[in-house]
């Protein structure tokens, strides 16, 4: 955490050396909350929306592409701020531990700091967030009649999410921490689902004139599933300042926050159990669901 805090824009903390080829956009220590161990290695569920099929696989070989955060500086020279996600992880890994642990509100109250640093993070480095700019910089173009921004490159847009999140994960945590936080306890035999885009935010009000999932609208959530059984909410301080800070999940809690996933994930969707049932229906329903690079700027 401390690496962010004081990481200043492109210095030495996008490190030239010892990056691993393979790089995760949702860590492998979170994914292995969902999977199921054999021997030394971890085994997730999965279930690829675009071909409609179900497998399993060990969970080093999902949620990543080869150097997905290198990119290429002014001097041409390759730089990545893969080892500074390595070292939150490594960091906010025990912290995730306790929590599944204890289960209790004190012990998420207590963490709320290095927790908001980890989700806000999440958020910021999947490949969805990194094709949103893109789908932003079309939509401009089309609203002004002619091309106003160029077509961002691979490089350019690896770069700018990696500059972004160094640039912003300071103050957005800081939103997240000053929010009400709720953790869900699921005794269902439903399990909670994740995904390669695992934060989802959603808001039961609708606004006329101006979206409503930016972290100060009013009524704002986002679900973060940790484990099949545990869940946190980051929500509207105001608008759920009654409800209690542990909450029991419902089927129909558990139904809507797997839904939450097969809508808000780009391609797959990850389980400790390899029945995706509700999935195949919401597909079947909004076959839109199966595009990967579907428009994100009008939702279901």
Same mark, same amino acid.
């Given at each position: ?22 790089? /995760?956009?949702?860590?492998?220590? %979170?994914?292995?909350? #969902? ?31 080869? %150097? ?39 012990? &998420? ?44 490159? /691979? ?36 399990? #909670? ?19 409503? &999932?930016?972290? &100060? ?5 986002? /679900? ?61 329903? /909004? ?14």
């Amino acid at each position: 955490l401390e690496g962010f805090r004081a990481a200043p824009v492109g210095e030495c903390v996008m490190t030239r050396t010892n990056r691993p080829k393979a790089q /995760h956009y949702v860590p492998q220590f %979170y994914l292995r909350n #969902f999977a199921n161990k054999r021997k030394r290695s971890f085994y997730i569920n999965c279930f690829d929306k675009e071909n409609e099929t179900v497998f399993q696989a060990n969970v080093k070989n999902v949620a990543h592409q080869t %150097y997905f955060y290198d990119f290429e500086d002014k001097n041409g020279e390759k730089v990545s701020i893969e080892p500074l996600l390595s070292k939150l992880e490594s960091e906010v890994k025990p912290v995730i531990l306790e929590l599944v642990n204890n289960q209790t509100s004190e012990c &998420l109250q207590k963490n709320i700091t290095s927790l908001s640093y980890f989700v806000c993070v999440q958020e910021l480095r999947t490949l969805v967030f990194r094709e949103e700019q893109d789908e932003i910089l079309s939509f401009a173009n089309k609203e002004f009649g002619y091309p106003v921004f160029k077509k961002p490159t /691979h490089n350019d847009a690896t770069k700018f999410q990696n500059l972004f999140i160094l640039d912003k994960v300071e103050e957005i945590s800081k939103v997240l921490q000053n929010m009400k936080w709720i953790l869900v306890l699921n005794r269902t035999k439903m399990p #909670f689902w994740t995904s390669d885009n695992p934060v989802f935010r959603y808001n039961s009000n609708e606004m006329e004139y101006e979206g409503n &999932l930016g972290l &100060l609208s009013k009524g704002v959530e986002l /679900h973060f599933p940790i484990t099949p059984k545990l869940m946190i909410n980051i929500c509207d301080p105001d608008e759920y300042k009654d409800i209690p800070s542990l909450l029991d999940a419902y089927p129909e809690n558990v139904k809507f926050d797997n839904s939450g996933q097969v809508i808000n994930s780009r391609q797959y969707l990850f389980s400790c159990e390899n029945n995706f049932s509700m999935a195949t229906e919401m597909i079947s329903k /909004h076959p839109v669901l199966t595009n990967p690079k579907r428009s994100r700027m009008n939702r279901i």
